[in-house]
């Protein structure tokens, strides 16, 4: 059975703390993605990997950064948290690039 | 700008009846279309894609239309049963996948 696994389902931060994302899929596959969800914009791409150590910007990189030092784990960096940052956190992973399998969430608030 | 449009954010059907979603797309480059089901507390989940070189692809109960001219494809569930509430979204790629902002769908039994 497939897993997407994202470490946290509810997060709540300061305004200016550095926050950590983590996920981690079992399936081995080379894709990882992270989007977040908000009412009315749906999902959007922050960043994306098809390899360890690659990463490229989706449409809405600002504020946020990503590692991904293993096949298996992307995690995604908020540098100093902003209000603006809270949201749902959707982390995926594909083998083949259009389909995606998606982790629970992390659900962020930033305060 | 979001290159895949949702315009309904809610639809209600009684249960047995057609469910219609629609999705407009404004990025020619596009040659892959999915739809993605998703549930309260849980990721989305795939449920269906349509090639660019089709117009049509089925699944069971779920029927993908692609219009290319158009920039227009369209997700009907017949019949819809009230395990299909939930919010589906529309997605298209060009090797990145961009989404639509969701359709909250509800079927009354």
């Known amino acids: 059975d497939v897993k997407v696994t994202q470490s946290s389902r509810y997060l709540v931060k300061r305004t200016g703390e550095k926050v950590f994302l983590e996920c981690v899929q079992d399936m081995d596959h080379e894709n990882m993605f992270w989007y977040r969800q908000d009412p009315g914009l749906g999902l959007r791409l922050i960043y994306f990997?098809?390899?360890?150590?690659?990463?490229e910007k989706g449409d809405i990189p600002e504020g946020y950064s990503v590692s991904r030092e293993k096949k298996e784990r992307f995690s995604l960096i908020l540098e100093s948290a902003s209000t603006n940052q809270t949201s749902m956190y959707l982390c995926a992973s594909s083998l083949i690039r259009e389909k995606l399998f998606f982790g629970s969430g992390t659900q962020l608030s930033v305060l | 700008d979001q290159q895949v449009k949702q315009n309904s954010p809610s639809l209600s059907v009684q249960e047995g009846r057609i469910s219609i979603l629609n999705c407009d797309y404004t990025n020619s480059m596009f040659d892959y279309f999915l739809w993605y089901k998703k549930y309260p507390a849980e990721g989305p989940t795939f449920l269906i894609s349509i090639s660019s070189i089709k117009d049509k692809n089925e699944d069971g109960r779920f029927t993908v239309f692609l219009n290319k001219s158009a920039k227009h494809l369209s997700l009907h569930i017949v019949p819809s049963q009230p395990g299909d509430s939930a919010v589906y979204f529309c997605?298209?790629?060009?090797?990145?996948?961009?989404f639509g902002a969701g359709t909250r769908l509800t079927v009354k039994p």
């Open positions: 990997s098809y390899d360890v150590k690659m990463k």
């Open positions: 997605a298209a790629s060009a090797g990145d996948m961009r």
